[in-house]
């Protein structure tokens, strides 16, 4: 498979800068670095999307995370190798990317688990940064991009 067009990052250069508005509001709002690395990996797995699965992993992995942890975060559910803030984090991470499965898309006790480990701040950055992955991962499979991208 071979991408449709160029990354539209590539094209519309200026996009670039509102995307690191994005990236920088998310990641300066004291949520865990490793929590929001994971919520862009499951969002970007449910979303098949590879470029973004390919490069979280492989950030992830760069940062010291383990290869216990990037195998199962697919069936997160069933291993032991995550915290309570990381499991409610990933669990809206799935919710609010699969947000046409359900009448009420995030519902109440999902995001009061959530709500138990992160504060107002952090909730929205982690919202912002579930949005963000999904707005990569539906340019990336539009396009058809391929793994691995060169980001820089």
């Known amino acids: 498979m071979e991408a449709r067009i160029t990354n539209p990052a590539g094209l519309l250069p ?23 690395e994971l919520v862009h990996l499951r969002a970007s797995q449910i979303n098949n999307c590879g470029p973004c699965v390919d490069a979280g992993a ?9 290869d216990d942890r990037l195998f199962a975060v697919p069936v ?7 915290t309570e803030p990381e499991r409610a984090a990933l669990a809206l991470s799935e919710y609010a990317t699969r947000l046409a499965d359900r009448p009420d898309a995030v519902p109440d006790d999902i995001w009061a688990d959530v ?7 952090q909730l929205a950055a982690i919202v912002l940064w579930i949005a963000t ?3 990569f991962n539906r340019i990336n ?8 991208q060169n980001w820089g």
Request: glycine share 8%.
């Open 141 to 148: 499979v539009a396009t058809r991009q391929q793994a691995p």
């Open 76 to 82: 997160w559910r069933e291993t032991p190798y995550f």
């Open 58 to 66: 492989r950030g992830m992995r760069k940062a010291g995370e383990t």
């Open 115 to 121: 709500a138990k480990h992160f504060d107002e701040k």
């Open 133 to 135: 992955t999904n707005f």
């Open 14 to 36: 200026e996009a670039v800068h509102a995307v690191n508005l994005l990236y920088k509001a998310a990641h300066s709002a004291g949520v865990p670095g490793a929590v929001l």
